[in-house]
């Protein structure tokens, strides 16, 4: 039990996940930012933030996953890289991965929710 100079008390913080401690504020903001840049479809309609939960194939994730890594690695190692968007920028391609990692790993363990039911 922890007690605080007010008096007020908290159960302990062992056991318990620190999101605050495990993810970066400022990355989430950028991966929010390319999320709301990547919303506006061909033709000009704007899907919502969460039109991916509706389920992609694991094999489109995956795909397109190597992609991006494909577009980091070429901006790690110094060279220039384009998309059908036109040219890629690091942040844009790490926000890729990610976004498709998410995605990829948002399906498998949707699966396995369904399979615990």
Wanted: aromatic share 12%.
């Amino acid at each position: 039990m922890r007690q605080f100079n007010t008096g007020a008390t908290r159960d302990v913080v062992e056991g318990k996940l620190s999101y605050v401690k495990g993810l970066s504020p400022i990355s989430l903001r950028r991966y929010m930012q390319y999320l709301d840049s990547s919303r506006v479809q061909v033709g000009g309609n704007t899907r919502g933030f969460d039109n991916w939960k509706k389920g992609i194939d694991e094999d489109v994730y995956l795909d397109s996953m190597f992609r991006h890594v494909m577009d980091v690695w070429l901006l790690f190692d110094g060279y220039n890289t384009n998309d059908n968007h036109g040219e890629v920028d690091l942040e844009t391609a790490l926000c890729g991965v990610i976004f498709n990692a998410m995605g990829f790993l948002h399906e498998v363990l949707d699966v396995e929710e369904d399979n615990d039911e």
